[in-house]
């Protein structure tokens, strides 16, 4: 039986879906230490992937 093959997901899009649960846990939790360093995480996924486009470099995959 041969091993399935390994799904492929682009870093970019990795940053910005793991940008997103950031954002999502922020809105959704309750306690504020919890919204409050999930918005910096968000925050910081945003600023990276600004600088990587700016960079004019893609992402290593």
Known sequence: MSRPK???IPTEALF???RRAS???GHLSR???VRREAG???QAMS???DAIKKSGQTPRE
Do not use: Q
């Open 6 to 8: 390994r799904s492929y």
């Open 16 to 18: 910005d879906a793991a």
């Open 23 to 25: 954002e999502r846990l």
């Open 31 to 33: 306690d504020p230490d």
């Open 40 to 42: 910096n995480v968000a």
């Open 47 to 49: 600023r990276l992937l």
